[in-house]
């Protein structure tokens, strides 16, 4: 499967940033308290400028409506995304499985939504930001079920569904991916011709992304490389806590403590 060179966003970075934070992949739910509780201790302590959440910060996001149910974890998120958002500006970027979240989310939490792919300009370096799944070209499947799912048509299907039919048809999904993922089934990684190519029409040198779950750096050519972030999962052995950081001096990988303690 090909892909074609998408439109690019344009953000620059007012001049008193100093530093700034990506993050993606937490796929935060209400069964990983000790995930949570890392997001929101590192929400409550950001020390940088900006903070960008490049996709499936959760683990799935059913609609909007979900954040007036009482009691109900999305809520809970809400509340501490819009704490961090009065102090510091919070961009937010679609993910694969939460893709859903809509402008009343945006508007609730006080943060700012980010288009798939956006060009960062940051101290006069230029930096391509995704998610990083539209990358995937191998996955033909995956490919074709993005370009329905993110039909206004299919949406407004979805949306109109009662909410516990939507958390139903949620928890099937995440199922299916958890048997995917026990089963051993290999998952396409980011094409690098097309990485380049992004790259190339963006006159970007680098490209942050999340979504492969497979942090690493990668030169691509001569000059461009793409730097893929880490999912979070505080209860792991080593727990995978991490924030990938932008100053003047460059991209640096800061690791988090897990904070959680069991009741």
Known sequence: MTT??????????????????????LHLQASEPATVDAFTHYLAHASADALFILGDLFEVWVGDDAMAEPGSFEARGCT????????????????NR???AGPGFAQHCGITLLAD????????????LSHGDLLCIDDVDYQRFRVQARSSAWQQQFLSQPL?????????IRQQSEARKQSGASYADVDHPAAIAWLKAAGAHTLIHGHTHKPATHTLAPGL????????????????LETLRLSAAGLERVKLAPTYQPS
Request: glycine residues 4%; aromatic residues 12%.
């Open 80 to 95: 501490a995304l819009a704490a961090a958002s009065r102090r510091i500006p919070v961009y937010f970027m679609h993910g």
């Open 117 to 128: 792919p956006t060009v960062l300009t940051f101290a006069g370096q230029r930096y391509l």
């Open 164 to 172: 516990a039919t939507r958390r139903a048809q949620a928890r099937g």
């Open 4 to 25: 074609t060179v998408p439109r690019f966003e344009e953000l620059a970075a007012p001049s008193h940033w100093r530093t700034v934070d990506f993050i993606s992949d």
């Open 225 to 240: 490389q793409r730097v893929v972030l880490s999912d979070w999962d505080a209860a792991a052995y080593p727990p995978r």
């Open 98 to 100: 939460d893709f859903l």
